[in-house]
């Protein structure tokens, strides 16, 4: 097949989008191989959290850490950027109606990705890397491990190019007219943040790699975090541009809404381009390596050029709703365009309750938890508190959204269970709420976070060390359980779908 010629496209009769076929094969392997890795690292999930309640501690003490080190990876890492690659090919050729540049490269990329996904994960699960997400150096993990990572980043940045090969050769090819959608602009603000990312993991993964082959003797640990650092929060941005942009897909797509005022929403994606690496230093914060004037500089002023982004978005997303639920006659009172929002639509739900998630919990905990209170939350369950209510409640929930209209616009079979996929937003949301809130209570109790046994680490503390967290910490085991159904529903709609959705024309 002539990849350029008018036949290895369709038209969707569903949208009426033009997809290009090998583009369209690639998307849904690399989500399929991001579903994969949700469903590891939910398991996961559960014995972790079933084991960080105290009185049920399910787990022995290494295989906690262990489990705890594959699931960061495997969510944070695997699960997300495979699921945004697809999301970038998506962003790159069917919404501008182009084709994607070189297929070939394409898939070598995923080849890179899975090999070093499958390899760091095997590692990890034998046991060569109990060192957690973060990996800190001194800590040291078997060879294959970074070599994994470092195979996993390199596919990526291929990926990410060919995104961006693609959209400058779209519009020579003139496939669109104008500037970009929003949508697409926002996934290039991803690309370009993903660039700076990858290449800092790069940066630090390779030499960890050399220095556990005892090719070099050490590596300096304050140099480690803050090069692990300009990988790790810029790693975030990616994913907060990403799900800014699924935002305002899903928006349009079950509303209509249009944003309200375009050219402020794409400054608010350049925001984030230019200021949110600075924020990088709350990581270390309590890291004596870095001058207290870098710290309060970064922490304390730029850090919030990269909040107002998400400020903007936060006040247009809904914006543009309401302007398109109002035209549609909904315009009684001051909430009836809210009332009559299609709440049973899985896209809507997905994106409200992503919305709200992200918006009350994940970033009022950010801000809060990125500056000086940074002294008192370091090393708390207030941590992992915030994050999932950004990356799981956000970021998670909103692919799972975009999931359900990708998976059947790419495949060309009906949703099996809809009235599931309904529901599935509100109970993965009620379960990662509680699972924040759980966390980020215990924390402000004292609660450390990666710790198998508080009661042993509070040994010799006078009582009552850590009061009242027995309720706080069941309050985020109920969550995690309620959660982790949530998630199991997805991964069985996205399944049943691809093998047995009743095919579409
Ligand atoms: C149902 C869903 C989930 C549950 C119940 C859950 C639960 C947990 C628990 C209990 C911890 C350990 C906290 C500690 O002991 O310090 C943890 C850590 C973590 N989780 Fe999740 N999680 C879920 C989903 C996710 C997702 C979707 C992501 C990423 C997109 C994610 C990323 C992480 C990361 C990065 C860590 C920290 C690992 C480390 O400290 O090295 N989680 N999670
Ligand atoms: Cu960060």
Not at 58 to 76: E, I, K, N
Request: aromatic content about 12%; overall charge positive; charged content about 10%.
């Amino acid at each position: 097949m002539n990849i350029t010629q008018e036949s290895a496209f369709r038209t969707c009769s569903v949208t009426g989008l033009r997809v290009h076929l090998p583009a369209q094969k690639l998307i849904i392997t690399n989500a399929v191989a991001a579903v994969v890795f949700l469903l590891i690292g939910g398991i996961l999930a559960l014995l972790i959290a079933l084991t960080r309640w105290e009185v049920v501690q399910l787990l022995p003490a290494d295989l906690y850490y262990r489990f705890l080190s594959v699931h960061g990876t495997v969510m944070l890492v695997f699960w997300i950027v495979f699921f945004e690659v697809a999301g970038l090919y998506f962003g790159g050729t069917v919404l501008l109606n182009a084709r994607l540049l070189r297929p070939g490269l394409g898939w070598f990329a995923f080849v890179l990705m899975l090999a070093g996904a499958v390899m760091s994960t095997l590692v990890t699960f034998a046991g060569g890397a109990d060192i957690m997400f973060t990996a800190y150096v001194p800590l040291k993990a078997h060879p294959l491990f970074y070599l994994g990572v470092i195979l996993f980043a390199v596919g990526a940045l291929l990926a990410v190019g060919l995104f961006l090969a693609t959209v400058i050769v779209a519009k020579k090819e003139k496939r669109y007219t104008g500037s970009v959608p929003l949508v697409t602009y926002g996934l290039i603000a991803a690309a370009i943040i993903a660039v700076f990312t990858l290449v800092s993991g790069a940066i630090v993964f390779v030499p960890a790699f050399l220095w556990s082959l005892g090719i070099i003797s050490s590596f300096d640990p304050g140099a480690y975090r803050v090069l692990f650092w300009a990988f790790g929060h810029p790693a975030q941005q990616i994913n907060l541009s990403a799900m800014v942009a699924v935002w305002y897909a899903l928006a349009t797509l079950t509303t209509g809404a249009k944003p309200v005022n375009e050219k402020l929403s794409r400054f608010a994606f350049l925001l984030y381009i230019l200021f949110i690496n600075l924020g990088s230093v709350h990581h270390l914060m309590v890291d004596p390596a870095l001058s207290q004037a870098n710290r309060i500089f970064n922490t304390s002023y730029f850090f919030y050029l990269a909040v107002l982004g998400s400020l903007i978005h936060a006040y247009s997303i809904p914006a543009g709703v309401e302007v398109a639920q109002r035209a549609k006659g909904y315009a009684k009172g001051l909430f009836q365009w809210l009332v009559k929002a299609p709440w049973k639509e899985p896209g809507f739900a997905a994106l409200a309750v992503s919305f709200v998630i992200f918006g009350f919990i994940g970033g009022t905990s950010g801000v809060i938890q990125g500056m000086q209170v940074n002294m008192i939350a370091h090393n708390t369950l207030r941590i992992p508190g915030h994050f999932h209510a950004t990356v799981v409640g956000g970021t998670t929930l909103a692919f799972m959204g975009l999931a359900y209209y990708l998976i059947p616009l790419m495949t060309r079979r009906q949703l099996v269970g809809k009235a599931w996929a309904s529901a599935q937003p509100y109970i993965y949301g009620v379960g990662v709420t509680m699972l924040s809130l759980g966390m980020l209570w215990s924390g402000i109790l004292g609660v450390p976070r990666r710790t198998y046994d508080i009661a042993a680490s509070s040994a010799g503390v006078a009582a009552p060390a850590y009061a009242g967290s027995d309720v706080t910490l069941a309050i985020m085991g109920v969550g995690a359980v309620i959660a982790v159904i949530g998630g199991a529903i997805f991964v069985g709609i996205a399944v049943l779908t691809l093998l047995t959705g009743k095919k579409m024309k």
